[in-house]
């Protein structure tokens, strides 16, 4: 009988630059970083998920979270929390038995900003687009009186920013990749042990 995978550590490990994006599964940069794995038994990998989260209890070095019917959204101990801290979402989906030598669940985690941060791209976003909109169209009505249209200039101006924006987005991910490790790793050692488990008949 296969040994039991060892629990995940309570300490925060360096993890080297390179093995960070490796243990992510970015291949190319993305506004939500995605994994899966192969699940044997959904049941009881949540019954495991449900238990470690009991155990741990918000206390540093561990995950908290909430676990639903098909999946849970995990992040780190408020203690550890930074403002580049991910969420880590899990759903569990059910393979087609033909696909598969043995019919069985899909594990997909996306990993994606915490609320707050989410909000704040949003409200940006918004704002960019209302003032890049009302340059174009107090651009338009200067030529239409026959003056010079200088209001232009907050398109681009806007559209520069937007793009600043969005490249902040994988600055955090940079920042976050460690969280994003722990996280991962959490996980992982959780679906080896409940594949490990034998089948409910």
């Given at each position: 009988m296969p040994a039991p995978a060892p629990a995940p550590s309570r300490q925060r490990t360096r993890i080297p630059p390179a093995a960070r994006y490796h243990a992510a599964s970015m291949s190319q940069p993305r506004m939500r970083p995605v994994f899966t794995r192969p699940v044997r038994d959904a049941d009881a990998f949540l019954r495991l998920l449900r238990e470690e989260l009991a155990r741990a209890n918000g206390q540093p070095g561990q995950c908290r979270g909430q676990v639903h019917a098909r999946g849970a959204i995990l992040r780190l101990c408020d203690a550890e929390c930074r403002v580049w801290s991910p969420a880590l979402h899990l759903e569990l989906e059910p393979q087609p038995a033909e696909s598969t030598a043995a019919p069985?669940?899909?594990?997909?985690?996306?990993f994606s900003p915490s609320s707050p941060v989410w909000t704040a791209f949003l409200g940006i976003y918004i704002a960019l687009g209302t003032l890049g909109i009302g340059a174009?169209?107090?651009?338009?009505?200067?030529?239409?009186?026959?003056?010079?249209?200088?209001?232009?200039?907050?398109?681009?101006?806007?559209?520069?920013?937007?793009?600043?924006?969005?490249?902040?987005?994988?600055?955090?991910?940079?920042?976050?990749?460690?969280?994003?490790?722990?996280?991962?790793?959490?996980?992982?050692?959780?679906?080896?042990?409940?594949?490990?488990?034998?089948?409910?008949?």
């Open positions: 069985g669940w899909c594990l997909r985690g996306t174009a169209c107090w651009g338009g009505a200067q030529l239409t009186m026959d003056e010079a249209p200088w209001a232009f200039v907050g398109v681009p101006v806007t559209l520069a920013l937007a793009a600043f924006t969005y490249g902040a987005a994988f600055i955090g991910q940079g920042l976050g990749a460690e969280d994003m490790y722990l996280l991962r790793t959490f996980v992982e050692s959780l679906a080896e042990r409940a594949d490990a488990l034998p089948l409910a008949s």
